[in-house]
């Protein structure tokens, strides 16, 4: 992306409260210009994180360096960052024009610069006018763009957003994030965007740190994440996932033989140093990827029998719950409502065939 | 089918009882400025004649306007120290951990429910034997010291109530944690400032018990006051004095609660 690909970095950043680990030893490196997401379930840490950014709580452990400078001695008001906050934190007794001005003052800008910025500020985010008007004034969204505007004016090295989003209604969100990515797009300030929606951090990242109790278990991006999880906590956490327990029989040419528990005798491409003979593993599998027929298919994928247990209709796609003799869960499948699978009939409890094909298994280390 | 919501529905017996309740609590006080026009010495019914001469007797009397003085001075010092510490103090309290924070704010709250008589004899006792002659600063100090657990506790209600991000908030933006206090902290709990002012005020205008051990030769208006129900013929007087006051304190709360209502409607349209 950029030459400077350590432009924030972490290393070895703990943060205790009394007994409490609220982060656990995370390094980790983020470049210029990326719009880096922490996600991750409520208590993960990765607020604890963003503040340790912003300044407002210092590492138990560890250093953060932004830019190439240790931070741990720089208070918030003099780091390169800037922050928007989960309730955007807009100064009630101040309007609109004076909260972005807020901050300028401390930049020892002239009085005119300060006037042109804000107007500019203001057209940035689309609220042209609303200069005189007071946060109680001012719908949920339109919150959100002036608590954007007042820490982008700053222009900031480091821009971080604490669940901006969270407080919209789901449209006004999906609307948000689309003008979110334009404008880190424009902007090329390098933001770090805490939320624990996993669709949100999908659609908006460069790359994502996925965390739980203080840890980040994957650190790539979106499709990677999806495509490639290293562990079923993060298959588990990021879209829905089918979970098969197996054996490695065998290791050959980059292609292990599996015994499951369901899906019987299988292979699939090996790529991982976990994948040797006599392992016990976890085979995964994502909904959209298995194929649901009436009669099993003559193009050698492989196949399963089961009994359609329920289906939930989600607009786009349909989700069958197919159950499988020797698994405790049902198999997820999910059909792009298009048509070109509705020609058989899928009531519940019709018999029907699982097909997959080998390349889209997943192979997982047990936890 | 009724019009107004079952939890809204009027009740007589009700309003019986709020009339009775505003009668026990006004009346009282209404008979204050009726026997201040009653053109007699003394404090009896039937009544004798319309007169302002107590009125006229009342601003003549010059120890009364040095009392009153003495007491607005007490009470306006007294409020402004109680009210700064109360400031600090429910800013430390509510926004950093301080160990043993629990002991310290019971101690500091502690003069609410010791009795006034015995701080009273306490620090008579303490002042003589430091060697401090009794004056009206004894009696500040005094007053300062039982209106700090108000002050307090009306402030930490106010810094409680407002978002701590706010103040991240303006860190963030640059601000140094003084420019924020000003900046942010201090118009934001401005009206809890305002509020334990007034309390403070009202507090030491009134107190008696302390001021009364600890005032040397210059009274405090309760002071004059109760000096005076000794002389049967001044009490007039008092009256139209206390009527007065009454009148002073109303027109301060409603101008108060106006400007509070005018703010109100004036930052909040539409709702």
Redesign the interface.
Known sequence: MTSNNDFVSLTDVSKHFGSVVAVDHLSFTISSGEFFSLLGPSGCGKTTLLRMLAGFESPTTGEIYIDGAPMSEVPPHHRPTNMVFQNYAIFPHLNVRANLAYGLRYDKIEKAEVGRRVEEALEMVKLPGFGNRRSNELSGGERQRVALARALIKRPKVLLLDEPLGALDKKLREEMQLELRALQESVGITFIFVTHDQEEALSLSTRIAVMTRGKALQVASPKDLYNHPVSVEVADFIGQMNFVEAQVMDVRNGEAVLDTTGLGKITAPASSDFVQKGANIIVAIRPEKLILSAERRSDGLGAVQGTIKTSAYLGDRDHFYVSVDGCEKPFAVAIAETGANSDQSLDRQSIVWLSWADESLILLPRD | MTEVAYIDRPSRALYFYAILYLGFLYIPVLFLPMFSFNDNIYIAFPLKGFTTKWYVEMFNNQPMWAALNNSLNVACVSAAIATLLGLLGAKAVTRYRIPGEKPIIFVIMLPMVVPYIIMGVALLILITRLGFDLSLYTVTMAHVLISVPFAMATLIARFEGF?Q??E??????????L?TFW??TL??VFPGVLASFLLCFTISFDEFIMAYFLAGTDPTLPIFIWSQLRFPFRLPGVLALGSLILVVSFVVVFISQWLRRYRVEK???G?
């Open positions: 978002d991000a706010l991240e908030a303006s860190v963030d933006l640059g601000a140094s944690p420019s900046r942010v118009p934001l930052t909040q349209p709702i």
